[in-house]
């Protein structure tokens, strides 16, 4: 046995040269002796002192130690992550390229690690801009690469790529294009902090599909087919396009919904794909199902909204030939009125199309009504001005269709009033209304002291939240009486003085913002006059009010907006002691030059209180800076206003008053809240160092 293991040990393996020492000088002398010993039968010599320690094969194998090994009961090991093989993964240095030679400008990088190689001549893909700027946004691994990456880690994503690519080929009508994914950059051995592994994709469009027959079902059974099929812009033998189709589509259901097809249809489109002849035969299946005109209005509650009411306000007549968008207006319309809270309008066939003359369909609006009861109240406060507490209560529909009634009041430390209004929207056309108001008030400031009792007329087309009109006008009346003395001082009550004032204002408002309550692009232009007849201890006076507002609003980035506002007004035609103190002219507060009190700045009379005047300026700009606070909703707002008040009838500039300060708004969603701090410039002897405002809504 000892020489047979001894040759297995000297046996040459598979595959090498057999060893070239013989086997006398691998076997001992003492094998061969015991060897021809054994074969003799004689008995082998006694071994040496040597020999009787070596191991007796004769003799039993002593025991083993007692060995014990303990095992954890529960051993939690990481799982093992394999990495199945990928001919894609190629190293730097091995045989194969990473990067074939292919001119620069048939290459697109994107970010630090994804490359695009468009094969054959780059002017080829006439796409390639487009594609590029599609893929880099919807592409997975510049979605989420950090600079972290391993190989394998891009490798997976870059899968997704390849699939994306394809699909993308696809849209463009490349429907035998061929997309190469090489994942690679590092060389064996080196670490991945050493070197950024690079994917990239070579890219052979081959040739672009082109549009075989179209089909588009039942379109040439409308009367007006040739027209139609005009607005469908593809044609046989046109370069395929997921995207024209798509576009087309929906061009196609637009002109038959504004072309008199209420209900008409358009299914999925099928394109089918014939690779030998490289085209693809799109059928998409339209039904038009009749042309037809404008009907009656029908309204599900005539009692609250009757349909004549809702007729005159939609943007189209009897007869008229139907248009999907002015349908969807007259949604719109009704759900502006506030006394609904969701509103539906449906076509509904009453005269069927023959070949000559389009059907009539009605056009149904079916109402949930809106609480029509509201109690509304705001409060505000200027140090110059104090408080200001407002309520209301208001009935929406209390004379129907849209007949409003309004009480109104007002307690604050220097206005009290109490007031009754008429509303009637939609009076006589479309976003026109009619305002009646009554009230009664006082007003007690630093300027004048008036007991007033009005009567105000009012006839408007003007902006709201879901119409913002690029032009608003108004034109009024006003009957007011007043009673007015300058403010008390030391105790002393001056005399008090009585006007009747007639008025008849007119205003208009061109507006091209982009939001009616915080623009942020944009300018507004509005100009007022108001001729006025005044009698006052039979003394009569004619005079000509006007004012001019401009403000300009501008998006720096998407953080900053900047704003300004100009204001320009006068008083013409007679002397300023023939106008009530409060028909004058004043400057000063939160809402004109902020730092200085409400109507501080201008004349003064003896005692140094304001006296108002016959003509002002007011210049305003600020930043309004979004800041990461509360999601964005707090900003910030530096701001400097300028103003001036003259008795003469021209603005004048020696006296301008500036004040600056800062401000913060908060963003609820309908409105800002807004809290500004002033400090004027050049102060005047009755001016405090420091001026806060609060309202809602911005300065301007």
Do not use: C
Not at 402 to 413: P, S, Y
């Amino acid at each position: 046995m000892a020489a047979g293991a001894l040759m297995l040990a000297g046996s040459p393996s598979v595959g090498q040269e057999p060893n070239s020492q013989s086997l006398d000088d691998l076997i001992p002398d003492s094998a061969v002796e015991n060897a021809e010993a054994w074969a003799t039968d004689s008995a082998p010599p006694a071994p040496d002192a040597a020999e009787e320690d070596a191991v007796q094969p004769d003799e039993p194998m002593a025991e083993l130690p007692q060995l014990s090994v303990e095992w954890p009961d529960d051993l939690d090991l990481p799982p093992i992550e394999t990495l199945e093989p990928d001919d894609d993964i190629r190293f730097a240095d091995s045989n194969l390229p990473l990067l074939p030679e292919i001119p620069d400008a048939a290459l697109e990088t994107i970010g630090d690690n994804l490359v695009l190689a468009f094969a054959g001549d780059e002017t080829g893909f006439a796409q390639r801009e487009e594609f590029v700027s599609r893929f880099r946004t919807l592409s997975t691994i510049a979605d989420l690469s950090n600079g972290d990456e391993n190989i394998a880690q891009l490798a997976a994503r870059a899968r997704a790529d390849q699939d994306l690519l394809s699909e993308l080929l696809r849209i463009y009508g490349y429907y035998d294009a061929q997309v190469v994914r090489t994942v690679g950059g590092l060389s064996p051995g080196e670490e991945q902090a050493d070197q950024n592994p690079v994917v990239r994709f070579d890219i052979v469009p081959g040739q672009r599909y082109r549009f075989g027959a179209i089909d588009l079902g039942d379109l040439g059974t409308a009367p007006d087919a040739e027209s139609l099929r005009g607005i469908f812009e593809i044609q046989t033998g046109d370069p395929l396009s997921s995207d024209a189709i798509v576009e087309e589509q929906l061009d196609l259901d637009t002109a038959l919904g504004e072309g008199g097809y209420p209900f008409a249809e358009i299914d999925e489109p099928d394109l089918l794909i014939d690779h030998r002849e490289t085209r693809g035969d799109l059928t998409l299946p339209v039904r038009p199902n009749g042309k037809y005109a404008f009907g009656e209005v029908v309204s599900s509650d005539p009692d609250f909204l009757s349909g004549k009411h809702i007729g005159s306000i939609a943007r189209f007549e009897q007869g008229d030939i139907y248009q999907r968008s002015l349908e969807l207006d007259l949604r719109r319309a009704v759900t502006a009125t506030g006394l609904v809270s969701s509103v539906s309008v449906t076509p509904r066939e009453v005269t069927p199309p023959t070949e000559t003359e389009p059907g009539v369909v009605a056009m149904d609006v079916k109402m949930t009504k809106a609480p029509l009861r509201t109690i509304a109240g705001a409060i505000g406060y200027g140090s110059e001005e104090g408080f200001r507490l407002q309520a209301s209560w208001e009935h929406r529909n209390f004379f129907p269709p849209e007949g409003a009634l309004k009480f109104r009041g007002i307690l604050g430390t220097q206005e009290q009033l109490a007031g009754i209004t008429f509303r009637k929207n939609n009076f006589g056309g479309r976003d026109k209304i009619l305002t009646l108001d009554a009230f009664a008030s006082t007003i007690d400031s630093d300027a004048f002291d008036a007991r007033t009792v009005a009567f105000v007329a009012n006839y408007e087309r003007t902006s709201n939240l879901l119409f913002q009109k690029p032009l608003s006008w108004s034109v009024g009346f006003e009957a007011i009486a007043t009673g007015e003395r300058p403010p008390t001082v030391n105790g002393v009550v001056p005399p008090r003085e009585t006007f009747f004032v007639g008025a008849l204002p007119v205003s208009a408002l061109l507006d091209t913002t982009d939001d009616l309550l915080d623009p942020t692009e944009g300018f507004r232009f509005g100009g007022r006059l108001s001729p006025e007849i005044s009698s006052n201890n039979g003394v009569q006076s004619f005079y000509l009010r006007g004012q001019v507002d401009a403000s300009y609003y501008q998006a720096i980035n998407d953080r900053v907006v900047m704003a300004g506002r100009a204001r320009f007004g006068a008083i013409l035609g007679t002397d300023l002691d023939n106008i009530a103190p409060s028909r004058r002219l004043y400057a000063g507060g939160g809402s004109s030059v902020r730092g200085y009190g409400f109507q501080q700045i201008g004349p003064t009379d003896a005692l140094g209180d304001p006296s108002g005047g016959r003509s002002l300026v007011e210049f305003s700009l600020e930043a309004r800076i979004k800041t990461g606070f509360l999601d964005g909703a707090v900003s910030v707002v530096p701001f400097v206003d300028a103003g001036s008040v003259s008795t003469s009838t021209t603005p004048g500039f020696d006296d301008i008053k500036i004040g600056v300060g800062m401000g913060v708004r908060y963003d609820t969603g309908f409105g800002p809240i807004r809290v500004d701090v002033g400090v004027p410039l050049n102060p005047g002897p009755n001016d405090n160092p420091v001026a806060v405002y609060v309202s809602l809504g911005q300065a301007f």
